[in-house]
Nanobody
Framework: QLQFVESGGGLVQPGGSLRLSCAASGFTLDHYAIGWFRQAPGKEHEGVSCISSSGISTYYADSVKGRFTISRDNAKDTVYLQMNSLKPEDAAVYYC?????????????????WGQGTQVTVSS
């Protein structure tokens, strides 16, 4: 069973930064592309970023380009999402997820395993 443990969420002021972590539990992460998604209250899941299994390819939603950076440390079985210049509209529960086959994909339904989520609140 593939499981993730997300951490790093919290309360931050607009313009601040957070780094989210997504740690694999019970499996080796290096074979899988990993996506970050978020869900704000009353809204659907939104794709935020994705990184290929090798780390060579990365993808970002237009809303976070230039502010967020995804990276991975396969030796630690962990993927990170560095979030800078946070805005109130970035507030959401953030999830990492993976799919058993295939590379990055922006569609929520393509992902098979999800973490429990970590809350990000951006407020002054």
């Amino acid at each position: 069973q593939l499981q993730f443990v997300e951490s790093g969420g919290g309360l931050v002021q607009p313009g601040g930064s957070l780094r989210l972590s997504c740690a694999a539990s019970g499996f080796t992460l290096d074979h899988y592309a990993i996506g970050w998604f978020r869900q704000a209250p009353g809204k659907e899941h939104e794709g935020v970023s994705c990184i290929s299994s090798s780390g060579i390819s990365t993808y970002y939603a237009d809303s976070v380009k230039g502010r967020f950076t995804i990276s991975r440390d396969n030796a630690k079985d962990t993927v990170y999402l560095q979030m800078n210049s946070l805005k109130p509209e970035d507030a959401a529960v953030y999830y990492c997820a993976t799919r058993l086959s295939g590379g990055c994909d922006g569609r929520v339904d393509e992902y098979d395993y999800w973490g429990q989520g970590t809350q990000v609140t951006v407020s002054s």
